[in-house]
């Protein structure tokens, strides 16, 4: 909850927030959470986690004029949601608590949730049909489909098996499951079919993309600064394949707006959007792209130049013995 104490001071308001989760995730003792509510009568339709508890979400009500502002954050866990009847469960309440009279409205998704962000960005707009400004956000969850086979299966797999395990095909465009599924659940894929204004915030070198399709240890070596050629081949060529290809046209980004940089890292509005380690690119900050974009100030679409990957703290990976 610290992420989203922390997204709507940088969005300028206060807000109501609400993030999901499954009852039996253990909390950090240490850490700030707002309120946990379990939907207990959530059971009876069906929509539990696949542990068999029942879905659970935090609630802080917006103060002043934040009551009408809301963040409704899906979180990336290592229970997965059965999604469609969860969401609803959980809107259905929300709905009651304000959530219908909302003026402003934000779907965001981190990581995993990345996914069901993209696949609920319309059906959130459509309950919500008095609030003039619905918005959604994807943090870290455009993972891309590679060119090699190979480096391919890992994300063909993770996506193929949430459509079996869940029977996520009924809630896919059916205008195109037919012909790509599992396909059809890589970002590059989905956002032609969603209407709702959808931003995208990633690294072109997410680390959870590298490790899952290229190579567990290279986290490590970007790290250390300790790049070979041959990875540096491989990382130029992600970087191609996401700016290039990947990531919507920049032709409407009132539409589609983006900040991609190039940093070794995942899941970044956790970690970056704070003051003393924010994210900027050519003076730019994410929460500052992201706050104008939404609120309708500059439309931006930003990527970072840099075509190799950035430590987290650090400069770019050189090759040994030498700089780029």
Not at 16 to 40: A, H, L, N, S, W
Not at 179 to 190: R, V
Request: aromatic share 12%; glycine share 6%.
């Amino acid at each position: 909850m610290v992420m989203a104490t922390q997204l709507f001071s940088l969005l300028e308001w206060c807000l109501t927030i609400m993030t999901t989760k499954c009852e039996k995730i253990c909390q950090d003792p240490d850490g700030y959470y707002v309120r946990k509510i379990i939907v207990d009568n959530a059971v009876q339709k069906g929509a539990v986690c696949l542990d068999g508890s029942p879905p659970a979400y935090h609630f802080e009500p917006g103060l002043g004029e934040g009551v009408e502002n809301w963040i409704v954050h899906l979180s990336a866990t290592n229970l997965h949601f059965r999604g469609a009847r969860i969401f609803e469960a959980i809107m259905e309440e929300l709905l009651v608590k304000g959530l219908k009279n909302a003026k402003n409205a934000i779907l965001a998704g981190s990581s995993a949730a990345g996914y069901p962000t993209t696949l609920y960005c319309d059906h959130f707009r459509g309950l919500l049909t008095n609030t003039p400004r619905v918005k959604c956000l994807i943090d870290s969850g455009y993972f891309i489909h590679e060119n090699n086979p190979q480096q391919a299966r890992g994300f063909e797999h993770i996506y193929h098996a949430l459509i079996t395990l869940h029977g996520s095909a009924k809630a896919l465009p059916k205008s195109c499951t037919s012909k790509m599924k599992p396909l059809l659940l890589f970002p590059k894929n989905m956002p032609q079919y969603i209407k709702t204004p959808l931003f995208i915030y990633m690294s072109s070198f997410d680390s959870f993309q590298i490790q899952t399709t290229i190579d567990p240890n290279l986290y490590g070596f970007i790290e250390t600064r300790t790049c070979n050629a041959s990875q540096k081949k491989t990382l130029k060529g992600t970087y191609i394949i996401i700016t290039n290809y990947a990531l919507p046209k920049s032709n409407n980004p009132k539409l589609r707006g983006s900040f991609i940089d190039s940093l070794n890292q995942h899941t970044s509005i956790q970690k970056r959007w704070f003051p003393e380690n924010v994210v900027t690119i050519d003076n730019l900050s994410a929460p500052k792209a992201f706050a104008d974009w939404y609120f309708d100030r500059k439309h931006w679409y930003i990527i970072d130049k840099h075509d190799m990957a950035l430590p987290k703290y650090g400069t770019e990976c050189p090759l040994i013995g030498g700089s780029l």
